[in-house]
């Protein structure tokens, strides 16, 4: 589904710049910075990851109902 595909590049892009707001927080020696960026990169990537466990768990679903359909097939 091209939705979850969205969200993967989304969170994953998000995550990614949340890591780089940490890199630029710590060359300015920013350290409320920093903390705010480090929390976001954390929400950012169990984003992300939450994501990518939808989007293999909605793959095997579909290879299971799949599986199902040829199976009938196969006994009609």
Same mark, same amino acid.
């Given at each position: 589904?091209t939705?979850?595909?969205?969200d993967?590049?989304?969170?994953?892009?998000?995550?990614r710049?949340a890591?780089?707001?940490?890199?630029?927080?710590?060359?300015?020696?920013?350290?409320? !910075?920093?903390? !705010?960026?480090?929390?976001?990169?954390?929400? !950012?990537?169990? !984003?992300?990851?939450?994501?990518?466990?939808?989007?293999?768990?909605?793959?095997?679903?579909?290879?299971?109902?799949?599986?199902?359909?040829?199976?009938?097939?196969?006994l009609?």
């Amino acid at each position: 589904d091209t939705d979850y595909v969205l969200d993967l590049d989304n969170s994953e892009r998000e995550y990614r710049q949340a890591e780089n707001d940490i890199v630029v927080a710590v060359e300015k020696g920013d350290t409320e !910075a920093e903390k !705010a960026a480090r929390e976001a990169s954390a929400k !950012a990537k169990t !984003a992300w990851e939450n994501t990518k466990s939808a989007m293999k768990e909605a793959g095997q679903d579909t290879k299971e109902a799949y599986n199902r359909t040829l199976e009938k097939a196969k006994l009609d």
